[in-house]
C-alpha cells in the first residue's frame, strides 16, 4: 500500500440520546472503531463511558458472533489496571459497549503534549500495564493492540489498558494481516509484532513486544520503527533491529534498556516468558532508582515497589490539569544540583516536562499549506496533532520573535525525535534566515541568536547523520559565533536550561561524534564541555 488507512468515516454524534440503560453525557473522543461517550447508566446512576462500534461487519453473523464471544471473555476480567467492561447491547442498530469510566488521558495524549515522563512514572506506568497482561494472559486471552491510545492513565498515575481483544473482532481472526483491510483504522502497525504483522500465531508474548514498543515509545519519546506508510513499518518489524535505546538515552539505566529490548525480541521465544517476570525486573529497576538517591530530593522516589500502584508519584496537582509530572519538584532550580542520582537520571526528563509546558499549544489549528516551510515527507494522517500545531505557529506567528522560534525548535526537535533528519534540518536552515526586519527590543530574550541556534540544531542533525567532523565543526563555530566572548558559557547553559530538551539532543550529539571521529581525533576542549550539560554548571573556566 502507499498511503496510511484512510481515517473513519465521520458519525453523527450522539450526545444527549440514549442507548439502552445508558444516556449519552458528551464526546469524550474518536477511535478507529467509533466514537467513545461519557454516559450515564441509569439504573445504577453511575458514569460509564460507552463505545459505539463501527460496525463494518452488520451482515456477518461469524463477526457478530465473534465480537460477543470477545465481549464475554474480557467481561470476566477484573483486574485494577483494565478497563472494566460494564454490557454490550445493540439499540436501534447501534452496537455499544458500556465501559468503566476512566477520568484520564490516554498515554498518547499525554506523549504527544508532553513528552517522556519522568523516569519512576514512565516504570510505573509500564509496571501496571505488565500487571494488565499478566492477569489477561493468566485467563488466555491476548490483546492484540497494545499500544499508547489503549492505555488510559490518570492524575494518579493509576494505569487502565482498554480495548481487549478488539482488534481481533476488527481485523479478523487468524487471518494475515492485510495492511489495507479496514482493521488498520484500528491503528497503525507502529506498536504490533512481528508475527502479528505476518499473520503468524499470537500469544501473550505478542503483547510483550507492543509492550516493549510502547515502553521504547515512552522513553524515547519516539516509537523505534515508524515509516511513510504502514507496510514500511511493518517491514521493519520484521527486519530491522531498532536504534539502541541506551544510545538515545544515555541517562536510563542500563537494565531498563535491557528489558525494553529483551520485549522487543523478533522471536516470542527469546522475549520474556510471563509478564510477572517483567513486572519482577521493572521492580528491581525502581529499587535501584530510589536506592540511588529517592531521599528527600526534588524527586521523591517514594514508589511502592509491591503493588500495581505508585504512590509519591502523581500528575502534579500542583501543575497544569492533567499532565503527567513527578511531584515536588523545585522549581527553577538545577534538579541535579541539590539531588542524588536518582534525580540526575530524571533531570533532563524533568526538563522535558517543562519545555512541552511552555512551548506546546492545547489546541490543535489545521494545518494549511503556506510558503516558507518546505512539505514535510509525513502524510498528513500519521502527523500529530502537536506537529501540526506546531508547523502552524511556525509559519504564521512573525518571524524571529521568541514565540515563533520556540515553535520551530520544537517543531524541529520533534521531527528529529522521530528521526526524520532532512526535516529537522530544513526547519534549522530556516531559522538561519535574516529577520525580514529590525527586531525590537524586548521582542527577542532568547539566550542567543536565531543564527547561532540554527548552527547548533544543524550539527545537531550532523551528528545524527554520523558526520561526525562536519558536526564537531558547526558546534565549535555555533560557540564561536556567540557574541561577548566571556559570556559565551553563559549563553549555552542559559539555552539549555531554558530548552532542556534541546540541551538534551545537543549532549547526545556531541557524545555520538566522540563515538565516530576518525581514530586519534578528540573533541576540542570547548566542543567537549557539551557532552555533559551538567558540567556546564561549573561555569566558564
Ligand atoms: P482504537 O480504535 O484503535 O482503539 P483509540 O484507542 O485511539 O483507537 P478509542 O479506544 O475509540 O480510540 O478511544 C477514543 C478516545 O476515547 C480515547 O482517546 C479516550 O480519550 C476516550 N476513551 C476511551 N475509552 C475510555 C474510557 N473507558 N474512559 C474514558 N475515556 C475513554
Ligand atoms: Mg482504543
Known amino acids: 500500500m502507499s498511503d496510511p488507512s484512510p481515517p473513519p468515516p465521520s458519525s453523527p454524534d450522539l450526545t444527549g440520546r440514549r442507548l439502552g440503560d445508558f444516556q449519552l453525557l458528551r464526546k469524550l473522543g474518536q477511535g478507529g472503531m467509533g466514537q467513545v461517550y461519557l454516559a450515564k447508566q441509569l439504573s445504577l446512576k453511575r458514569q460509564v463511558a460507552v463505545k459505539i462500534l463501527r460496525d463494518d461487519h452488520a451482515d456477518n453473523p461469524t463477526s457478530r458472533a465473534r465480537f460477543q464471544a470477545e465481549a464475554e471473555a474480557v467481561a470476566r476480567i477484573s483486574h485494577p489496571n483494565i478497563v472494566q467492561v460494564y454490557a454490550v447491547g445493540e439499540d436501534d442498530g447501534i ?13 498518547r495524549d499525554h506523549l504527544d503534549r508532553k513528552g517522556p515522563p519522568d523516569l519512576p512514572v514512565a516504570v510505573a506506568i509500564l509496571r501496571q500495564v505488565a500487571a494488565a497482561l499478566q492477569q489477561a494472559a493468566e485467563l488466555g486471552l491476548v490483546h492484540r493492540d497494545i499500544k499508547p491510545e489503549n492505555i488510559l492513565v490518570t492524575r494518579k498515575v493509576q494505569v487502565k489498558v482498554t480495548d481487549f481483544g478488539l482488534s481481533r473482532y476488527v481485523a479478523g481472526d487468524g487471518q494475515p494481516l492485510s495492511l489495507t483491510q479496514s482493521g488498520m483504522t484500528v491503528g497503525t502497525p507502529l506498536y504490533m509484532a512481528p508475527e502479528q504483522v505476518q499473520g ?70 527469546d522475549r520474556y516468558a510471563t509478564a510477572k517476570e517483567v513486572s519482577r525486573e521493572l521492580a528491581g529497576v525502581l529499587k535501584g532508582l530510589s536506592a540511588g538517591g529517592g531521599t528527600g530530593g526534588p524527586l521523591s522516589l517514594n514508589v511502592t515497589l509491591t503493588g500495581a500502584t505508585v504512590s509519591g508519584v502523581s500528575l502534579g496537582a500542583s501543575s497544569a490539569p492533567g499532565t503527567l509530572t513527578a511531584v515536588p519538584r523545585e522549581p527553577g532550580r538545577w534538579p541535579w544540583r541539590v539531588a542524588g542520582v536518582a534525580a540526575v537520571l530524571a533531570a533532563f526528563a524533568g526538563g522535558w516536562w517543562a519545555f512541552g509546558r511552555a512551548s506546546q499549544p492545547d489546541t490543535t489549528p489545521t494545518a494549511s499549506a503556506g510558503p516558507g516551510l518546505p512539505e514535510l515527507k509525513l502524510p498528513t494522517p500519521l502527523m500529530s496533532a502537536r506537529e501540526t500545531a506546531l508547523r502552524d505557529q511556525w509559519r504564521t506567528l512573525p518571524p524571529h520573535t521568541r514565540p515563533q522560534l520556540e515553535a520551530g525548535l520544537a517543531l524541529a526537535l520533534l521531527c528529529l525525535s522521530e528521526r526524520r533528519l532532512d526535516d529537522a534540518e530544513r526547519v534549522f536552515a530556516e531559522m538561519n534566515t535574516p529577520p525580514p526586519r529590525p527586531v525590537k527590543p524586548g521582542e527577542y530574550p532568547l539566550p542567543v541568536s536565531a543564527a547561532v541556534l540554527a548552527k547548533f540544531g544543524r550539527a545537531v542533525v550532523l551528528a545524527h547523520r554520523d558526520q561526525a567532523e562536519e558536526s564537531v565543526k ?14 559565551q558559557w553563559l549563553a549555552v547553559e542559559k539555552l539549555c536550561f531554558t530548552y532542556p530538551e534541546f540541551g538534551h539532543a545537543i549532549g547526545a550529539a556531541v557524545n555520538r561524534d566522540a563515538e565516530n571521529l576518525p581514530k586519534g581525533t578528540s573533541l576540542p576542549t570547548t566542543v567537549a564541555r557539551l557532552r555533559n550539560p551538567a558540567a556546564l554548571l561549573s561555569g566558564p573556566k
Open 474 to 487: 558547526l558546534f565549535a563555530d555555533a560557540i564561536a559565533a556567540i557574541p561577548k566572548k566571556d559570556q
Open 200 to 269: 503468524k500465531a499470537v500469544d501473550h508474548r505478542t503483547d510483550l513486544y507492543s509492550l516493549g514498543v510502547t515502553a521504547y515509545h515512552l522513553l524515547a519519546g519516539f516509537p523505534p520503527f515508524t515509516g511513510a506508510t504502514a507496510f514500511d513499518v511493518a517491514v521493519k518489524h520484521v527486519q530491522q533491529e531498532p536504534e539502541p535505546l541506551a544510545l538515545v538515552r544515555p541517562d536510563l539505566p542500563p537494565e531498563l534498556c535491557r528489558i525494553v529490548h529483551r520485549l522487543m525480541a523478533k522471536n516470542p521465544a
Open 95 to 107: 452496537r455499544y459497549m458500556a465501559l468503566e469510566y476512566v477520568d484520564g488521558r490516554t498515554l
